[in-house]
């Protein structure tokens, strides 16, 4: 939790982000991830300072568990002095404790995004789902709380102005923004109406920049001009170079992989679940994606 200090900006996670996503359609399935193609509704994590702070705080948990789908996990919501927003104990079950930082007994309308947070990892815990580390399962754990329609509370809980900041959360605003996008592409949503916070705001217009970059993409068709060259000249350096076809430059989105007895393959992210795809170099092929069923028009 950023509480008047720097908060930290741009895309320093996005491939533990990317990663997160491709995670989660493995361990979930497709069919799972399209149950929850409705987010949480600000109507119903609501807080207002005349509400009850610890009725208030078990509504809006009750609420989470609801949208997450864990019908038989109690939360069980306290206040006390700590460093972070929040913290869970993750035990076998069904009552989960979840503390609370004492600065949400006088910011009780960003109690919602402290918890969707806390119960995603509640998720995650009775998913088996985790990745190595406190910093990139911390990641996870946000991203699959945004991706699974809670986390543009934790996006509307970041405000900053010259005098004060505050971020709840591990990825930065932009990323936020970026997963945020990703699902409303998924889902047909539009985020944006939910923003109270204008920063927020701001961080979701360029977080959904960054995320409609990955659909133009080669061999995607919809690549601007410059891509398309790039993409040709590395075409023709891997095909003049077979069977150890590689790419010249290291930070083409693609790589060419030589197929024994077989045509030329190109490697490339799926922009939707990030899975690694491989279509043959054959000039327009329709690609589907195994894992998300996204259909992808290529020119390789």
């Keep these: ?3 008047g200090g720097p908060v930290e900006h741009g895309y320093p996670h996005l491939e533990t982000v990317r990663a997160a996503v491709t995670a989660l359609y493995r361990r979930l399935s497709y069919d799972t991830i399209h149950q929850f193609a409705t987010s949480v509704a600000p109507v119903d994590v609501a807080f207002c300072d005349t509400d009850d702070l ?18 038989d996990a109690r939360m069980i919501v306290g206040f006390r002095e700590m460093q972070h927003a929040a913290n869970v104990e993750l035990a076998a079950g069904p009552e989960y404790f979840i503390e609370l930082n004492d600065r949400f007994r006088t910011h009780r309308r960003d109690i919602g995004a402290a918890l969707a947070h806390e119960v995603m990892h509640v998720f995650l815990h009775r998913l088996g789902l985790s990745f190595p580390g406190t910093r990139d399962n911390e990641i ?9 329609g809670a986390g543009w509370l934790l996006l509307d809980a970041y405000r900053e102005d010259a005098a004060s900041s505050q971020k709840l959360g591990y990825l930065t605003p932009e990323e936020f923004g970026y997963v945020l996008a990703k699902r409303a592409v998924v889902f047909g949503e539009d985020p944006s109406t939910w923003f109270t916070s204008p920063q927020a705001y701001t961080a979701y217009v360029r977080g959904r920049e960054r995320a409609l970059l990955d659909e133009r993409q080669p061999p995607l068709t919809a690549a601007g001009w410059a891509g398309r060259r790039r993409y040709a000249r590395d075409r023709r350096h891997a095909q003049d170079h077979r069977p150890h076809a590689a790419v010249a430059n290291a930070d083409a989105p693609y790589d060419f992989v030589p197929d024994a007895g077989g045509p030329l393959r190109v490697a490339f992210s799926c922009p939707t679940c990030h899975q690694r795809i491989r279509v043959p170099v054959r000039g327009r092929v329709r690609a589907r994606c195994g894992l998300c069923r996204t259909v992808l028009e290529c020119d390789t």
């Design 140 to 148: 996870l754990t946000d991203t699959a709380t945004t991706y699974l």
């Design 1 to 3: 939790m950023a509480n």
């Design 54 to 71: 610890h009725l208030g705080a078990q509504r809006v948990a009750r609420e989470l568990v609801r949208h997450y789908r864990l019908p």
